[in-house]
């Protein structure tokens, strides 16, 4: 068990070896066709999201944008 | 490209020949010749009275400049779009609840002749080079909240309307038998007929109208018509159809002022239809004040549909229905009346399914010049398996996102086809989908809770799913009788009647029988009661109408009818109605009405009473009171509209976004959903109140420009992931800003735009207040809206309400019931409502109770002694009347 | 198939070719009206850009005022356009034109008025 952890759109989410933006967007469905991600404020590109690394105590934003009918 | 097929559905709307013949039978009661004018900015600086009949008066306050009386008290006239108007109201809604308040009294009934029916396409509508810029408001007082509804919609009527010479339409009066108003735009003129053949439903009596005014085949396009149908008469939730005539297809195409029964007003005034011709459209008519902001701001947006849609929303291909599986995948798509947020079934009716088996491909579907969004779809050739044109191959426009959501999953109908009829019938019946597919899934549960039984329904077997009994019931309405007609007042309404019928009267529905003044039933927000708990898979098998004590199998058998094949429902059981069945339970003794007060709680009991008018002799099981607070809970409704269809209850911003909206619940607000609950983004209770400001100003700010929202965010630029606040769109905000300059000629901003849309917003606020809501009582959600209010629902979510409960309201959840857990998720939720709506009020520059403060009036320029006047009292009773001298003038 | 092919190589940056096609067109020489586009490259010489008649313009057109005659190539008709500009966005080579002064958008009709004057010989109009 690690304590380590990481913020996942302002919530506390727990962290493991090898975790991508990837593997984050699988796990909690984040499957929507319009999707912005920034790690510590910082935009990631989506050609870079299954290469991208998260580490322990980042931020991770992943910004859905949609603003329904 | 494809070849556009032609829907065989066109020969029954007769022949050229009969069709002229039907206008010959038109009395003409009425004529008027105006005047050309030319639009300067955006503006005719007037607009179009036309009292319908019924000697009523025109209101002092709001006078004509011209008129002409034809017969039975029939007035034609023109009125001034004064310079006062445009700086307090811009235009569109802002215009409509301007008249609506001249208009009307406090205690103005939706079917009073002064009731009036308001179009305003708003001043940037009819331009051709941004897309969505062809929309109209349409503003009446509604038969289901008796409040000012406003709903938008598209279609070539508005802009034909603005380039014939009005800025607004108003239809007050009513009619003595069916008429009809033509508007010449070309000609100048405008008559009054009777209309007595032409058919009520809106996909063959826009043909008919089309036919009859168009010069020629080609003249189509100049023709716009206003229809309602058959089932706004006898419902409560009639909505406006406006038509556009779609070259390629050939046939007349429909879009909807769809909330709040706009459409049961119109066939109150015995209005059949309104149409106009325009011949000369180009994208220079509002004579704008900047051309090339507008070119410029519309190629891009053109560029951006051109290359991004197919990887962004799909909106070419599939319009908004593409976000149906999006909705599924993140438990919002409201499923079983909001108990749950998707279902297994959800692929059956996902956005490919009709893709790729229903709708006709790349077509331009714009429903006005210039929309690259072009979201309108239509399944062509779509065959009808029921109702009177069954057998019939139809074109079916649709589906919408809130078809698939509401008529599909909400009623547990996972089949594409009945999804597809009854968008049909919903539009050209003249009826609500949204409003009827949230009514339609209360009565559902209602019935699988055994609240009603199948003897209530007429043998309508309303379990989910069963989509042959959902697309009967809506034949009911048609038909003007039976259950149909029950369901079709709304659920506010249809709570009265179950409960009127089965159960004690609360004191609170006592109030409402009358119909005015409409108190709230739910109590305010302290004390608020714990919802009871409902768990019982085993009513879906009819067991209950035992339980309860009625157990005549014959009876049962006979209602229950013949098996039929049901593509829809999860088990074999369908049934549809028996008419007529009825007449075997005369002579049955009866009770009045004082005794079914004391009638013990389970016995069926049959009453003849003729005050208790849905009764007719049928037998009744008694509704404890116990049911009857249960109906407040799950009954989607707020302010009398039905809930549309997303599912909010994982959402608080949402939640608010719904509870809060001056007109009832309806998502054109704010939709705050992945902002909310998926992004985090507006976690504090501030956030989310600056949320709920900015968003429903600026969607507000559309419907006083006369715009559409779908081209805001349903594509969004390359560059908008760089942006500080990306659910903005800055980008779009900017063109819209650009084309307000264009058309307009004064810059603008997100300060000016907030601004005008407070105005306009207050105002309504102000509205409702004075026709009896508008307090924070009338805010008040039901319960399933802010959670989980049963066991199955707490079991569909249980990790995520078992880890809120830990983590969130720190109570550890082992070894507790279900029950005990929905208690108390829904307390902690309950509390939470109530501090969002301290912090919207706040920012909105309400006071706690919801009224808008006198200094909030007088920073936005809306201190009109009016307005003033219908605050003070409630001011002054909360203790936020303001004392220093500089207010001492408003208190005259 | 008819249409006006260019050869971008053979190209001398006159402009002749937009004063024609505007002046026949619009009554004025200004290559702002001309369907015709001459673009000068970074790295010296020019490119040519003409339209093909592709015709993906007249897909999106709404109240088909855009239409593909026989001979391949597509006009507009501009009695029927309502100047929405959607064409022009629609266009991947900017080559459906628009001007603020004009009510509606135009484009080459492959009418060879250009290709007449054209000293160089860069511009042919071919049928196919």
């Keep these: 068990m690690s304590d380590k952890h990481i913020e996942l759109n302002h919530r506390t989410y727990p962290y493991r070896e090898g975790l991508t933006i990837s593997a984050l967007m699988q796990e909690n469905n984040f499957n929507f066709s319009h999707i912005i991600v920034k790690v510590n404020g910082a935009l990631v590109e989506e050609e870079k999201w299954t290469k991208t690394a998260v580490y322990a105590g980042d931020n991770v934003e992943i910004i859905h944008i949609f603003g329904g009918g | ?892 | 198939m008819k249409k006006l092919v260019a050869d971008s190589t053979k190209c001398t940056g006159c402009g002749t070719c937009e004063k024609v096609c505007s002046n026949a067109y619009y009554k004025v020489e200004d290559k702002e009206k001309s369907a015709i586009r001459v673009i000068a490259n970074e790295q010296g010489g020019y490119s040519i850009a003409v339209c093909d008649q592709c015709g993906i313009c007249k897909d999106m057109c709404s109240i088909m005022a855009l239409k593909q005659g026989e001979n391949g190539v597509v006009r507009l008709d501009k009695k029927t356009c309502v100047g929405c500009l959607i064409c022009v966005g629609e266009c991947l080579r900017d080559l459906m034109r628009y001007h603020d002064d004009l009510p509606t958008p135009f484009k080459c009709v492959a009418c060879g008025l250009c290709a007449k004057k054209c000293e160089s010989g860069a511009l042919s109009i071919v049928e196919a």
């Design chain 2, 1 to 892: 490209m494809v070849d556009c097929v032609k829907n065989e559905y066109r020969h029954h709307i007769g022949s050229h020949e009969e069709i002229m013949a039907m206008k010959a039978k038109h009395q003409v009661l009425a004529t008027y010749t105006f005047d050309p004018t030319v639009i300067e900015r955006g503006y005719n600086n007037r607009s179009l009275y036309i009292s319908v009949g019924g000697q009523y008066d025109v209101s002092e306050q709001d006078p004509l400049l011209r008129k002409t009386e034809g017969e039975r008290g029939i007035v034609i006239g023109e009125k001034a779009v004064t310079d006062f108007m445009k700086q307090k109201f811009t235009g569109g809604k802002g215009f409509d609840l301007y008249h609506l308040w001249k208009a009307v009294k406090a205690d103005t009934s939706w079917n009073a002749p002064e009731n009036d029916i308001v179009i305003s396409p708003g001043p940037l509508a009819g331009i051709t080079q941004y897309p969505g810029a062809g929309k109209s408001l349409v503003c009446c007082i509604s038969p289901t909240t008796h409040l000012p509804i406003d709903s938008n919609v598209g279609g070539y009527f508005g802009p034909f309307l603005k380039f014939a010479g009005f800025d607004i339409l108003e239809l007050q009066g009513q009619a003595e038998e069916d008429i009809l108003i033509y508007i010449d735009g070309n000609n100048h003129t405008i008559s009054v007929e009777t209309a007595p053949e032409e058919a009520f439903d809106s996909h063959i009596l826009g043909e008919q109208l089309s036919e009859m005014y168009a010069n020629s085949t080609k003249d189509k396009e100049n023709i716009s018509v206003i229809s309602s149908g058959r089932a706004a008469e006898h419902s409560y939730i009639g909505i406006l159809n406006f038509t556009f005539w779609d070259k390629r297809r050939q046939c007349i195409r429909l879009k909807q002022a769809g909330r709040g029964g706009i459409g049961t007003v119109f066939r109150n005034k015995k209005i059949k239809a309104v149409v106009i011709r325009y011949s000369g459209v180009h994208g220079d008519l509002n004579n704008p004040a900047n051309k090339g902001l507008l070119n410029a701001a519309g190629i891009r947006l053109h560029k951006e549909m051109a290359h991004y849609d197919t990887k962004q929303n799909n909106m070419r291909k599939i319009g908004t229905a593409n976000i149906i599986e999006v909705m599924d995948r993140y438990d919002l798509l409201p499923t079983h009346n909001y108990q749950y947020g998707g279902h297994p079934e959800t692929p059956k009716i996902a956005s490919k399914v009709f893709i790729e088996k229903y709708i006709t491909q790349n077509v331009p579907d714009g429903c006005w010049y210039g929309c690259s969004m072009s979201c309108a779809k239509a399944a062509d050739n779509f065959e009808l398996r029921t109702g009177p044109y069954k057998g019939q191959k139809v074109c079916v426009d649709g589906p919408e996102y809130e078809n698939g959501g509401g008529l599909g999953s909400n009623v547990g109908c996972f089949d594409p086809r009945w999804i597809l009829e009854a968008n049909f019938y919903c539009d050209t019946y003249g009826v609500d989908t949204i409003s009827h597919a949230t009514m339609t899934a209360f009565a559902q549960e209602c019935y699988q809770r055994g609240l009603i039984n199948l003897d209530d329904t007429e043998g309508l077997d309303l379990r989910w799913g069963n989509g042959y009994a959902l697309n009967e019931l809506m034949h009911h309405m048609v038909a003007g009788d039976g259950f149909g007609m029950i369901v079709g007042k709304g659920i506010r309404h249809q709570k009265r009647i179950y409960a009127e019928r089965f159960g004690k009267v609360l004191p609170e529905y006592e109030s409402m029988l009358e119909g005015r003044p409409w108190v709230s039933i739910k109590e305010p927000v302290i004390d608020k009661p714990i919802p009871t708990v409902h768990f019982n898979p085993d009513l879906a098998d009819c067991e209950y109408l035992k339980a309860e004590g009625y157990d005549d199998e014959k009876v049962l058998a006979s209602i229950k009818g013949d098996l039929l094949e049901n593509a829809g429902a999860n088990n074999d059981s369908a049934y549809i109605a028996q008419p007529g069945r009825w007449s075997k339970l005369i002579g049955v003794p009866t009770i009045g009405r004082d005794e079914i007060t004391a009638w013990p709680v389970g016995k069926p009991y049959y009453s003849d009473d003729p005050d208790c008018c849905y009764s007719n002799g049928r037998p009744w099981v008694k509704m404890t009171p116990e049911q009857i607070a249960e109906m407040e809970e799950f009954g989607m409704e707020n302010k009398g509209l039905e809930y549309s269809e997303y599912l909010m209850k994982e959402s608080l911003a949402q939640q608010g976004g719904y509870a809060l909206c001056n007109k009832g619940p309806q998502h054109d607000e704010a939709w705050l959903i992945f902002m909310d609950m998926v992004n985090n983004q507006i976690p504090t209770f501030e956030d989310k109140a600056e949320a709920l400001h900015y968003f429903p100003m600026f969607r507000t700010w559309f419907g006083l420009l006369g715009l559409c929202k779908l081209p805001w965010n349903d594509i969004t630029p390359i560059n908008n992931k760089y942006e500080a606040e990306p659910a903005k769109i800055p980008e779009h905000v900017q063109n819209y800003f650009d084309i307000y300059e264009g058309v307009i000629g004064e810059k603008h901003s997100e300060a000016s735009m907030v601004v005008q849309s407070e105005r306009v917003y207050t105002f309504q606020r102000i509205f409702i207040l004075r026709m009896g809501s508008g307090q924070r009582k009338h805010d008040t959600p039901p319960a399933r809206s802010l959670g989980p209010i049963t066991v199955g629902e707490y079991l569909s979510r249980e990790e995520r309400y078992d880890k809120q409960m830990k983590e969130i309201i720190g109570v550890d959840p082992t070894g507790k019931s279900i029950e005990e857990k929905v208690k108390i998720i829904m307390a902690y939720r309950w509390d939470q409502f109530e501090q969002l709506v301290d912090a919207v009020y706040k920012r909105r520059g309400w006071t706690p109770n919801g009224i808008p403060k006198l200094e909030k009036l007088i920073e936005i320029g809306m201190d009109i002694p009016e307005l003033v006047q219908t605050v003070r009292p409630y001011l002054k009773q909360e203790g936020y009347w303001p004392s220093g001298e500089e207010y001492a003038k408003y208190d005259e």
